[in-house]
């Protein structure tokens, strides 16, 4: 017998991550292996995921393998070695919302004095609709309703109900894959089978569904972990899919929305009740239980569904409901809103479509830079159903498909006709747009169950990607003809990664044409295809010009080629510090790529973090890649940025930038230069709102601050709001004259900013006093030395009645931005 121990370092704790990748190390000894919580005095079988989620391992835990058969050397040296290399690996801090339920609401609903509930706005954004109720499932009080049955019956049921229910998992939606995936995971653990099997005296088959959820549930439910304890969701659902199953019928009663609704659950709405639901009517979701790592919440982010959790007193609101407003931005849920939350919520609305409206003619076009130069603006992906949705988010086309989706969480590689699938449908999709598939990159942090590599004492510089490919040749291969065929559904770029040496290069383009002709003499057609590599190892700067014979584009992945090129793991926190992608020689390295490559007539285009980097881009147009993969969302605000650059200019802050002595240097230079080049005046014909009706004074303020946001000069408009406001619980704002002038300094302000508001009625500006111009001032705190001075120049002249009258009869917002520039010396 053997024993191995070491301290949990994972920040969720042993979860169905770091169990499956155990379990997978696990499976293959003979030995019995038993991981022991020696601080909460629990244990379980390494071979199981779910026994090893049970026995309630959180960090900073005691543990022990215990490890004991005919090859427990083997398998002591195994888990040695991942504990050591690995393990830390396995997980990862999860994003974490704010929790937004205890933070001032904005001023203008305070003052609207709504009847609402808090909660926690995990999935972010704002619906409105009727309220649909639905109850918790209990399976033990339906089984009652089901006639009793003999063991031997129930044991067949069983077993069909779970193979139903394991087999459907191929069949559902494409679109949450990574949270059935997980959910697979657990229902194919043996120990699973065995609960659902295990309760031979329960009346009948559905009842022993509901001990099964009881049994599965009770460890997880003790757990200290908040993640632990909401993995429960998953095993009910799991359960309630095989209880469906085994019924031939829903659990619950039909429910579709056929209306704009707000879905409300009293415990926590479960993965399976989320998709059955999911319609264009579904505008958000109320839970009581459930948080950051709900699959549930995972799926409401994934499709842009309004989400919030921990809401735990809204029945005596909610059943008497007739209409809802969920906002989960600011953790909120309105009752039957009154007249000043519905003006609220049209406000809001009508801000979210100006900003919409801003991006949206940028979305189906190529951008240009100030001086006229193309920018094509791609996605990453790494599932092929992503594609409709990154070029509805205005992506030109796909500069990365991670194929590794394809091939991990199985125990074989998929066969050539799924790939081809895969691929022609992301090809089809693009209708002619740039597409670029990366060839299999499994290896150092993406191990593969199927492939059983060898261990190694550092993974990431060793055996994986391209340096695979020899060995596993068939799935090479497959994947080779399922690209190529997929060419005939439209152009594409085949992207090898981990390519060090000229040999490499000419085998990959050797093996591609080999195989193409085969394709050819099988009568299998191919399409227009290209050939490339990721340039993420140093050694490739020099042998470009050679490589040009062989290969049509590279394309630098950022990510690892800082990695390697300051010989330090991004992962590891002892090192993490020198990966930093603006130190000045990292820039001249991809500035002599960039430049090489196209000395050697070779297309080039940037994947990874730092395409996405707003303040990047002038230094990447300065090097001229003029080709950008990116995540999806950050599409449509790097190209705005992008529009206001100066290639010319870019080059000068590029050199200026290379020079520089370190990275805190590179970022100054880069602030300053985008300042310059984004500086927007204080007085614009934009911010001028004319003629406008309103029917209170925080209409007006929101209206102003709303404006501000849609025109990119603040950070926020609700906190640009809370700030005027602030300035008037001071004092009032209202000049005289019929003139008000709230005004405030705050560092959400980006650009100092003179708004004006021209009303067709007479507000009440509060004590009394009318106003029918509101003049606002809103001043970053940078400049606040400007604040009273133009603060002051404005009210002398608003004493001026032929100044007023101006402000109140020119009908040109150009002419009034002119004399307002013009009286305040602006």
Same mark, same amino acid.
């Given at each position: 017998?053997?024993?191995?121990?070491?301290?949990?370092?994972?920040?969720?704790?042993?979860?169905?991550?770091?169990?499956?990748?155990?379990?997978?190390?696990?499976?293959?000894?003979?030995?019995?292996?038993?991981?022991?919580?020696?601080?909460?005095?629990?244990?379980?079988?390494?071979?199981?995921?779910?026994?090893?989620?049970?026995?309630?391992?959180?960090?900073?835990?005691?543990?022990?393998?215990?490890?004991? $058969?005919?090859?427990?050397?083997?398998?002591?040296?195994?888990?040695?070695?991942?504990?050591?290399?690995?393990?830390?690996?396995?997980?990862?801090?999860?994003?974490?919302?704010?929790?937004?339920?205890?933070?001032?609401?904005?001023?203008?609903?305070?003052?609207?004095?709504?009847?609402?509930?808090?909660?926690?706005? +995990?999935?972010?954004?704002?619906?409105?609709?009727?309220?649909?109720?639905?109850?918790?499932?209990?399976?033990?009080?339906?089984?009652?309703?089901?006639?009793?049955?003999?063991?031997?019956?129930?044991?067949?049921?069983?077993?069909? =109900?779970?193979?139903?229910?394991?087999?459907?998992?191929?069949?559902?939606?494409?679109?949450?894959?990574?949270?059935?995936?997980?959910?697979?995971?657990?229902?194919?653990?043996?120990?699973?089978?065995?609960?659902?099997?295990?309760?031979?005296?329960?009346?009948?088959?559905?009842?022993?569904?509901?001990?099964?959820?009881?049994?599965?549930?009770?460890?997880?439910?003790?757990?200290?972990?908040?993640?632990?304890?909401?993995?429960?969701?998953?095993?009910?659902?799991?359960?309630?899919?095989?209880?469906?199953?085994?019924?031939?019928?829903?659990?619950?009663?039909?429910?579709?929305?056929?209306?704009?609704?707000?879905?409300?659950?009293?415990?926590?709405?479960?993965?399976?009740?989320?998709?059955?639901?999911?319609?264009?009517?579904?505008?958000?979701?109320?839970?009581?239980?459930?948080?950051?790592?709900?699959?549930?919440?995972?799926?409401?982010?994934?499709?842009?569904?309004?989400?919030?959790?921990?809401?735990?007193?809204?029945?005596?609101?909610?059943?008497?409901?007739?209409?809802?407003?969920?906002?989960?931005?600011?953790? +909120?849920?309105?009752?039957?809103?009154?007249?000043?939350?519905?003006?609220?919520?049209?406000?809001?609305?009508?801000?979210?479509?100006?900003?919409?409206?801003?991006?949206?003619?940028?979305?189906?076009?190529?951008?240009?830079?100030?001086?006229?130069?193309?920018?094509?603006?791609?996605?990453?992906?790494?599932?092929?159903?992503?594609?409709?949705?990154?070029?509805?988010? $205005?992506?030109?086309?796909?500069?990365?498909?991670?194929?590794?989706?394809?091939?991990?969480?199985?125990?074989?590689?998929?066969?050539?006709?799924?790939?081809?699938?895969?691929?022609?449908?992301?090809?089809?999709?693009?209708?002619?747009?740039?597409?670029?598939?990366?060839?299999?990159?499994?290896?150092?942090?993406?191990?593969?169950?199927?492939?059983?590599?060898?261990?190694?004492?550092?993974?990431?510089?060793?055996?994986?990607?391209?340096?695979?490919?020899?060995?596993?040749?068939?799935?090479?291969?497959?994947?080779?003809?399922?690209?190529?065929?997929?060419?005939?559904?439209?152009?594409?770029?085949?992207?090898?990664?981990?390519?060090?040496?000229?040999?490499?290069?000419?085998?990959?383009?050797?093996?591609?044409?080999?195989?193409?002709?085969?394709?050819?003499?099988?009568?299998?057609?191919?399409?227009?295809?290209?050939?490339?590599?990721?340039?993420?190892?140093?050694?490739?700067?020099?042998?470009?010009?050679?490589?040009?014979?062989?290969?049509?584009?590279?394309?630098?992945?950022?990510?690892?080629?800082?990695?390697?090129?300051? =010989?330090?793991?991004?992962?590891?926190?002892?090192?993490?510090?020198?990966?930093?992608?603006?130190?000045?020689?990292?820039?001249?390295?991809?500035?002599?790529?960039?430049?090489?490559?196209?000395?050697?007539?070779?297309?080039?285009?940037?994947?990874?973090?730092?395409?996405?980097?707003?303040?990047?881009?002038?230094?990447?147009?300065?090097?001229?890649?003029?080709?950008?993969?990116?995540?999806?969302?950050?599409?449509?605000?790097?190209?705005?940025?992008?529009?206001?650059?100066?290639?010319?200019?870019?080059?000068?802050?590029?050199?200026?930038?290379?020079?520089?002595?370190?990275?805190?240097?590179?970022?100054?230079?880069?602030?300053?230069?985008?300042?310059?080049?984004?500086?927007?005046?204080?007085?614009?014909?934009?911010?001028?709102?004319?003629?406008?009706?309103?029917?209170?004074?925080?209409?007006?303020?929101?209206?102003?601050?709303?404006?501000?946001?849609?025109?990119?000069? +603040?950070?926020?408009?609700?906190?640009?709001?809370?700030?005027?406001?602030?300035?008037?619980?001071?004092?009032?704002?209202?000049? $005289?004259?019929?003139? =008000?002038?709230?005004?405030?300094?705050?560092?959400?302000?980006?650009?100092?900013?003179?708004?004006?508001?021209?009303?067709?009625?007479?507000?009440?500006? $509060?004590?009394?006093?009318?106003?029918?111009?509101?003049?606002?001032?809103?001043?970053?705190?940078?400049?606040?030395?400007?604040?009273?001075?133009?603060?002051?120049?404005?009210?002398?002249?608003?004493?001026?009645?032929?100044?007023?009258?101006?402000?109140?009869?020119?009908?040109?917002?150009?002419?009034?931005?002119?004399?307002?520039?013009?009286?305040?010396?602006?």
């Amino acid at each position: 017998m053997l024993t191995l121990d070491f301290t949990c370092t994972l920040p969720n704790g042993i979860h169905a991550r770091p169990a499956s990748e155990i379990e997978q190390r696990t499976q293959t000894f003979s030995a019995s292996i038993t991981l022991i919580n020696l601080s909460k005095k629990t244990q379980a079988d390494a071979k199981s995921v779910l026994g090893m989620i049970g026995a309630d391992i959180t960090h900073g835990d005691l543990c022990q393998f215990l490890i004991e $058969g005919r090859d427990q050397q083997a398998a002591f040296d195994l888990l040695h070695a991942f504990l050591r290399d690995e393990f830390e690996d396995c997980d990862e801090p999860l994003a974490v919302s704010p929790d937004n339920h205890t933070l001032p609401l904005p001023v203008f609903i305070e003052h609207a004095s709504p009847d609402y509930v808090r909660g926690n706005g +995990v999935s972010k954004g704002i619906g409105r609709g009727i309220p649909v109720h639905i109850d918790v499932v209990d399976l033990l009080e339906l089984s009652r309703l089901e006639p009793a049955t003999d063991a031997v019956r129930q044991q067949q049921q069983l077993k069909d =109900a779970w193979a139903l229910t394991q087999k459907n998992f191929g069949d559902a939606d494409a679109g949450a894959a990574p949270v059935l995936a997980a959910q697979l995971k657990l229902l194919s653990d043996p120990a699973f089978k065995r609960c659902l099997l295990s309760h031979t005296t329960a009346r009948n088959a559905l009842q022993a569904i509901a001990l099964t959820a009881q049994a599965l549930s009770e460890p997880l439910l003790k757990s200290s972990s908040q993640y632990l304890r909401e993995r429960v969701i998953d095993i009910r659902d799991l359960c309630q899919g095989i209880a469906a199953n085994l019924l031939g019928r829903a659990l619950e009663p039909p429910l579709t929305l056929n209306q704009d609704s707000i879905v409300i659950s009293s415990g926590t709405l479960t993965p399976g009740q989320f998709l059955r639901l999911r319609n264009p009517h579904l505008k958000g979701i109320v839970m009581g239980d459930g948080g950051e790592t709900s699959h549930t919440v995972i799926l409401a982010r994934s499709f842009g569904i309004p989400l919030l959790c921990g809401v735990t007193q809204c029945d005596s609101i909610m059943r008497t409901a007739s209409m809802l407003i969920l906002d989960s931005r600011h953790g +909120v849920l309105v009752a039957n809103p009154n007249a000043a939350m519905e003006s609220w919520y049209r406000m809001e609305s009508e801000k979210q479509q100006r900003i919409s409206a801003r991006s949206a003619p940028l979305r189906g076009q190529q951008v240009l830079t100030a001086d006229g130069t193309p920018v094509s603006v791609l996605a990453n992906i790494a599932l092929a159903v992503e594609a409709q949705g990154v070029f509805a988010q $205005g992506a030109d086309g796909i500069g990365l498909f991670r194929t590794e989706m394809l091939f991990c969480e199985r125990s074989q590689a998929p066969d050539e006709e799924e790939q081809y699938q895969a691929y022609s449908e992301v090809l089809r999709c693009a209708a002619g747009k740039k597409i670029t598939i990366r060839t299999l990159d499994i290896g150092g942090d993406k191990p593969c169950d199927f492939l059983d590599l060898p261990k190694e004492e550092n993974p990431f510089l060793g055996y994986r990607a391209v340096r695979m490919y020899a060995q596993f040749h068939d799935i090479f291969t497959t994947q080779a003809r399922a690209l190529l065929r997929a060419s005939v559904a439209g152009p594409l770029n085949i992207m090898v990664p981990m390519v060090a040496t000229l040999a490499e290069i000419q085998w990959l383009h050797s093996q591609f044409h080999q195989i193409a002709d085969t394709l050819q003499q099988e009568d299998i057609p191919v399409g227009e295809w290209h050939l490339g590599i990721m340039v993420e190892v140093p050694s490739t700067l020099y042998l470009l010009e050679k490589a040009a014979k062989y290969l049509d584009f590279v394309s630098i992945g950022s990510n690892d080629l800082a990695q390697y090129f300051f =010989a330090c793991d991004r992962g590891n926190p002892y090192v993490r510090h020198l990966y930093d992608y603006r130190n000045p020689t990292f820039l001249a390295l991809m500035r002599d790529i960039t430049q090489r490559a196209q000395a050697a007539g070779l297309a080039i285009s940037l994947c990874g973090e730092m395409a996405a980097d707003k303040q990047m881009l002038p230094l990447l147009m300065g090097m001229g890649l003029t080709q950008l993969s990116m995540a999806a969302g950050t599409i449509a605000s790097c190209k705005e940025t992008l529009m206001s650059l100066n290639i010319q200019q870019c080059q000068q802050l590029l050199e200026t930038a290379i020079f520089s002595e370190s990275s805190e240097d590179v970022s100054a230079h880069v602030e300053q230069f985008m300042r310059v080049q984004m500086q927007k005046p204080v007085l614009d014909a934009d911010l001028l709102l004319l003629d406008k009706t309103v029917s209170s004074k925080e209409e007006a303020i929101k209206l102003l601050t709303d404006n501000l946001e849609v025109q990119q000069r +603040v950070v926020s408009g609700s906190l640009v709001e809370k700030a005027i406001w602030e300035r008037e619980a001071v004092f009032s704002t209202a000049l $005289g004259f019929s003139v =008000a002038i709230p005004h405030c300094k705050s560092p959400h302000i980006l650009h100092s900013s003179i708004s004006l508001l021209r009303l067709t009625t007479p507000l009440c500006w $509060g004590e009394g006093v009318d106003v029918q111009l509101v003049i606002m001032l809103t001043v970053n705190e940078q400049e606040q030395e400007d604040h009273m001075k133009i603060f002051s120049r404005l009210a002398r002249k608003l004493m001026h009645s032929d100044f007023r009258e101006k402000l109140y009869m020119l009908s040109d917002s150009a002419a009034i931005t002119a004399l307002l520039s013009t009286e305040l010396a602006l």
